[in-house]
């Protein structure tokens, strides 16, 4: 029988939400209680109610309707959204103070609607889907005391494997409410043996992938920084403790955010498991009057019955085809030669000139004019906020610059940190009140740069305002928006005291806002983001610039744990990777220049180096690189990638792999990183082909059959000095 996404069963109150592998059930119970019944594997008709068994637990109290019921207790119960004050005391949803001061909330369910597409967020990016590809449940909860309005979004894209989350909240009534705490989703689980895999870091070294076993108490992975951060990607997985890229349970959850965020776990008292996902409600609150509404951001889930590789692929293909904007799904990327660490602040319009021609003779597309053009910038303590053009170091101007560089058959992108101030700079001067700045204290600064209050709209118009005039001006057809501090002194002039809690939300509302102008502006704008590399990578900018540089850390060697990281939520295509100059700036490390290219061809692929200080034979594999990436682009683009080898494990060798769609062709490709004396024998096992098919090594001319090589294997080639490359190509012979 033929399973509807999303059906609701009007006698047993049960919501089915299903995908082709998954499934999603909750229950309307005993005093409207909305109940999270089971999120796994799709198992058809069954209803899950039977999960759910009350028990009279010491110091958990119930509910006044219960009557004598000791059993029935929100404190045990897997809730769908909890509240708060209401007897449960573990980790909540949503939190609120009514205007009596009191805190109390409980929701009830009150009723549904089922609608064909995917919901929209006002303001805020979120996956998209037509009628076809996707539907939407909204069921409404009341609290009890107040007018307060919840309601919880659902998206279901069957055939992707996806449900989204979100809430919107509404006060329908006439006292003020302030929301303290509103996360984008809950998921209660009845068990506690689960695995629990985030993303740690710092400035250059993004994305650690860390993995432990759940246990008593609340863990979480947070931000409280004001963007997305480095030190923790808004991205978890619970798994089950032996799954690993091909087997066990996964559950991904994937926040659609760019500010502050949590996401946080308990372990109970009964051994069950509580995940709340969202706006960290660290020095939030949000004031709703009669008839406003707060939305709270989408987050993502998948489930994969088979392991992590199956969850990457379903995060792969939702964000590529339903995330990004629409021109840009399956678009082919201009490969860049940026100037940064070529040059840094030390420039002029020739040295440009030369980078971007010698670009031009390596096959290059594009050229980037990094920070240090505009204002009276020449180091990185002034100038921010001036966004027109140094003409000292750019004599003629930027027209001028960028015509010639056109003229070479080169595109021109630049650089630009809209969301920032420098104390020495025209703006700071003139507008001192329109940066972040706590009344009465002083600022505390970070890369001698103060934040722009960009939850004002005077102060987003102005500073795009400056940079329309320079797009006006030239041809530019790529943007890179960098941000390069956290959030500090968070307090915005134009609130009243009782509404500073809103301002970290109000800057990403604002910086969304930003965005969109210069897109509606400027359509076929190519954006990649950037905060000192990945200090900003989530889905959310995502959704604006279908790259984003993933590190400052341009090292070979460690952009493969960084981007093998990265790739467990996040699609190859969306990785900013250059090749830089040896010794690396970063790490001082010397890699082979086809190393360096492998590495980066597992990205959205650049350069970052002086190319005509490089030897004949390097620019040779230069070229060599982009020809090979050229022939790849589209099979990674639109590919399964496998991780082969972790890089926190494996020492010896890092190894990845992408298969067409189709089945039909495969690429392998890594870097052997330590050469030993009297080598060992190495085989790699390859996955997802299909076993019964012949595969050729496209160098070597040898046949396969595809169960050949992921049973049996391939043996590693046998190279001298470390960091050596890897590849392998493998095409279906078609009988
Ligand atoms: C940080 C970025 O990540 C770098 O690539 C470079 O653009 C610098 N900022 C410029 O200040």
């Given amino acids: 029988m033929e399973m509807k996404p999303i059906r609701y069963n009007e006698k047993t109150k049960i919501f089915s939400l299903s995908t082709a592998n998954s499934m999603y059930q909750m229950q309307v119970r005993e005093y409207n209680t909305l109940v999270h019944l089971y999120y796994g594997a799709n198992i058809g008709q069954t209803e899950t109610a039977y999960r759910i068994v009350g028990r009279d637990r010491g110091f958990s109290g119930n509910p006044y309707a219960a009557g004598r019921d000791r059993t029935f207790s929100m404190d045990t119960l897997p809730q769908e959204y909890s509240g708060s004050g209401n007897g449960d005391y573990r980790i909540n949803a949503i939190e609120a103070v009514h205007e009596d001061g009191s805190n109390v909330l409980q929701l009830s369910y009150e009723s549904y609607r089922i609608r064909k597409g995917k919901y929209v967020l006002n303001g805020m990016p979120a996956m998209s889907g037509t009628e076809e590809e996707a539907q939407t449940l909204e069921i409404v909860l009341r609290d009890q005391g107040s007018d307060l309005k919840v309601t919880l979004l659902y998206g279901v894209f069957p055939e992707l494997d ?28 009845l068990q506690s043996d689960l695995d629990f895999i985030h993303f740690h870091g710092r400035h250059a070294m993004e994305m650690m992938m860390e993995r ?61 498991t509580r995940l709340v996902m969202g706006i960290h409600p660290y020095h939030f609150s949000y004031c709703l009057g009669q008839g406003e509404v707060f939305e709270a951001p989408e987050v993502v889930m998948a489930y994969s019955e088979q392991g992590l590789g199956r969850l990457s692929h379903i995060f792969h293909d939702a964000y590529r085809a339903h995330l990004i904007r629409k021109q840009w799904v399956n678009q082919k990327r201009p490969v860049l030669i940026n100037n940064w660490e070529v040059t840094y602040f030390d420039f002029d319009e ?76 025209s703006l700071y001067r003139e507008h001192p009140d329109w940066c972040m700045r706590i009344p009465g204290r002083n600022p505390e600064r970070s890369r001698y740069q103060l934040n722009l209050d960009i939850s004002r709209e005077e102060v987003r118009e102005h500073v795009l305002e400056q940079i329309f005039q320079i797009l006006d001006g030239s041809h530019i057809e790529y943007i890179k928006w960098d941000m390069n501090r956290s959030l500090g002194n968070v307090y915005s002039a134009a609130l009243p005291p009782e509404r500073q809690g809103e301002v970290f939300h109000r800057y990403v509302l604002g910086l969304y806002q930003m965005l969109e102008r210069l897109l509606d502006r400027c359509p076929d704008l190519l954006l990649e983001t950037c905060s000192g ?25 460690e952009r493969i744990k960084i981007q093998y990281g990265t790739s467990f939520a996040y699609p190859v295509s969306a990785m900013g990777a250059h090749v830089s100059i040896c ?8 890699a082979p220049m086809e190393t360096r290219g492998i590495v980066a061809s597992a ?61 039909s062709e495969t690429i392998v490709e890594g870097v052997l990183l330590k050469c030993e004396a009297n080598p060992r024998i190495r085989l790699i096992r390859l996955r997802g082909l299909q076993p019964e098919k012949m595969y050729q090594d496209v160098d070597s001319g040898r046949c396969y059959t595809g169960g050949a090589l992921m049973k049996a294997g391939i043996l590693l080639p046998v190279t001298s000095g470390d960091y050596q490359p890897v590849k392998f190509r493998f095409i279906r012979i078609e009988e």
């Fill in 162 to 189: 996806v449900i989204t989350r979100a809430v919107r909240i509404e006060n329908r009534g006439t006292k003020k409410v302030e929301i303290k705490k509103a996360m984008s989703m809950e998921m209660d689980f």
């Fill in 533 to 557: 590399g990945g200090g900003r990578f989530d889905p959310a900018m995502l959704h604006y610039s279908p790259q984003i540089w993933c590190s400052d850390n341009t090292d070979a060697v």
């Fill in 583 to 590: 010794p690396n700036h970063q790490t001082g490390r010397t």
């Fill in 603 to 663: 990205g959205a692929l650049g350069f970052e180096l002086n190319l005509s200080r490089i030897t004949e034979a390097e620019k040779e594999t230069v070229k060599k690189i982009l020809q090979e990436y050229r022939e790849k682009e589209t099979l990674l683009q639109t590919g399964d990638y496998y991780r082969l080898t972790n890089p926190f494990q494996n020492q010896e060798y890092a190894l990845w792999q992408v298969v067409s769609k189709d089945r």
């Fill in 350 to 425: 020739e040295k440009l000139y030369q980078i971007a021609k010698t670009g031009k003779e390596m096959g290059l597309d594009l050229f980037v004019l990094d920070d240090g053009w505009f204002g009276n910038r020449e180091s990185d303590h002034s100038g921010l906020g001036d966004w027109v053009v140094n003409e000292n170091k750019i004599k003629g101007g930027l027209p001028e610059l960028v015509r010639r560089i056109n003229a070479l058959g080169m595109k021109f992108g630049l650089w630009i940190e809209p969301e920032m101030v420098s104390e020495d700079s």
């Fill in 212 to 272: 432990q076993p759940l246990s008593h108490g609340i863990q979480s992975i947070e931000s409280r920084r004001g963007c997305s951060s480095h030190h923790h990607n808004p991205f978890a997985i619970l798994c089950s403790p032996h799954a690993d890229e091909g087997t066990g349970e996964c559950f991904g959850y994937s926040l659609v955010y760019s500010g502050n965020f949590q996401c946080a776990i308990e372990v109970d008292q009964a051994d069950t």
